[in-house]
Every structure is written in C-alpha cells, then in structure tokens.
C-alpha cells in the first residue's frame, strides 16, 4: 500500500514470494515480456532461466506474469502455494496500477507547476521589457509637453529619433507578443532561417 512506484512494489513484493514457496528465483514479467523487476537473479537472466523447464512454473496474472524458479529444496509446489502466488500476483498487478497512476499524476502536477513558473517569469520579464520603451516614450512626449517652445531644432531632432526609435521598439515587442500568442495556439507555421547574430546583438546594444 506504501508503494508509490513500480520499482517500489517490485521490491517489497517479490522477496515474499520468492519466501512462500522457497525459489531461487522470481521475475515479474509485463504483457510485453520486459522485466518489471526481479528477486534471487538480474532481469538479463530470464531467458536463461526458462530453458531449464523442470524448475520453472509460470503463473499468469492480469497484464503480464509471474515467473517462478524452483530452489533445490523446493522443486515442487502444492497447489495452496500456486494459489496464494497467484492472488499476490494479481494484487501485485493493481499495485502496479496504482504506481503508475500516481507517478503520472505526480509528473503532471509537476509539469503543471514548470509551466505555471515559466508564465510567471514571461510576464515579469514581459513587464519589464515594455517598461523602458513606454517610459522613455513618455519622458519625451512630457519634454516636448513643456519645453517644446524652448527646444533648439537640433535638441527638437534628437527627441523625435529617440521617440521614433522607442516607437518602433514598442510596436517590436507587441508583435513578438503577438507571435508567441500565435505560436501557443499552433495557428501560425514555422520557416526557420539563418540570421547574422552579430548585428542582432549590437542593435540590442545600441538600444
């Protein structure tokens, strides 16, 4: 009941098992054949295992089965025995359920979580991307606002390229935000292409 794992029930499982009948051995095999765990022998020695017949017994169980090595004081089973493996085998596959669905739901919660982190620090950075732009913008419209009379023409020109400029860079970062939008809702295709990175990062410099 404690088991939160696949590996976890396999472990505590089948030494008890392997104890109930005295095996050498016991693998724990899923409907695909892959080896869920093991006791008494790595997995890898299936195979090996189950050419010698005369000390092997297969119990079936819902989705997979229980394959049982005989020791050498015990080459043989009653039938209370084969019973009582098949009903731990057949509750050792609920378990086995019941891991998997809460290793799911724990890597979804988790996953939940990344994405609710990373929304937060888009809208931070987001935030404080836009924050600069709008700011210088309104620093300059407010300057124009009450000294545009006493401006010469070349403090009138410098003013308008840096509202010009910020302008462009706020009306850069809305479309970008309107691209990721986009690109979250899978409305738009992809057609990656090749850029020169430097004069990226000398205009991001500049700005």
Do not use: C
């Not at 939160?4 to 695909?32: C, H, I, Y």
């Not at 295992?49 to 089965?65: A, H, K, N, Q, W």
């Not at 731990?88 to 596959?93: H, L, Y």
């Amino acid at each position: 009941v404690a088991a939160r794992t696949p590996n976890q029930v396999t472990s505590e499982v089948l030494p008890a098992m392997a104890e109930v009948v005295g095996a050498k051995a016991v693998f724990l095999v899923d409907e695909d054949g892959d080896v869920l765990g093991s006791h008494g022998a790595p997995p890898q020695a299936l195979a090996s295992v189950l050419e010698d017949e005369r000390s092997v017994f297969t119990i079936e169980m819902p989705e997979g089965r229980v394959v049982v090595q005989a020791g050498p004081y015990a080459p043989f089973f009653g039938w209370e025995e084969i019973e009582l493996l098949r009903s731990v085998g057949a509750m050792t596959g609920l378990a086995l359920d019941r891991s998997r669905l809460f290793v799911a739901e724990r890597e979804a919660r988790e996953a939940l979580e990344r994405a609710d982190e990373v929304k937060s620090n888009f809208i931070a950075l987001a935030a404080h991307e836009l924050r600069t732009p709008v700011t210088s913008v309104h620093g300059v419209v407010s300057t124009l606002d009450r000294l545009g009379n006493r401006l010469t023409e070349q403090d009138r020109a410098e003013l308008d390229d840096a509202l010009r400029s910020q302008a462009e860079r706020l009306r850069g970062l809305v479309d970008q935000l309107l691209d990721l939008s986009r690109l979250d809702a899978e409305s738009i295709e992809l057609h990656p292409v090749p850029i020169r990175v430097r004069e990226h990062v000398e205009e991001l410099v500049d700005a």
